[in-house]
């Protein structure tokens, strides 16, 4: 392999390296990056941001496999380490009591 031939790879690879690391921060940001449903992992919590305007039932499944439901307001609800909560969804009943 030739000095420019190593040269134009450590750069290619180099700038690929850039890429993948400027995703991943990015995609690690703050909790307002957070698309409406669930979210896996914002800065280690599982959230669940609902974009609605009322409070709904939502269900959800720990890592052990268990399920709960909650009623959450609109914005984002801090369901706990991204760990333990495996997923969550909508269910229904509009406007649910907060307790």
């Given amino acids: 392999m030739t000095a420019v031939s190593f ?3 450590a750069s290619i690879g180099a700038a690929a390296l850039a890429v993948v ?3 991943v921060l990015a995609g690690t940001g703050t909790a307002s990056a957070a698309v409406c449903g ?3 992992d914002i800065d280690g919590r599982a959230v669940y941001n609902h974009c609605g305007s009322t409070n709904v039932m939502i269900e959800y499944t720990i890592f052990s496999g268990g399920h709960g ?3 959450v ?3 984002l609800r801090d ?3 991204s760990w333990l909560v ?3 969804w909508y269910i229904g009943s509009p ?3 907060l307790t």
Avoid: E, K
Wanted: net charge positive; charged share 10%.
């Fill in 38 to 40: 669930y979210n896996d």
């Fill in 86 to 88: 495996s997923n969550a």
């Fill in 79 to 81: 369901m706990g380490p």
């Fill in 21 to 23: 690391a400027g995703g």
């Fill in 95 to 97: 406007n649910c009591i």
């Fill in 69 to 71: 439901q909650m009623c």
């Fill in 73 to 75: 307001p609109p914005g």
């Fill in 7 to 9: 040269l134009r790879r």
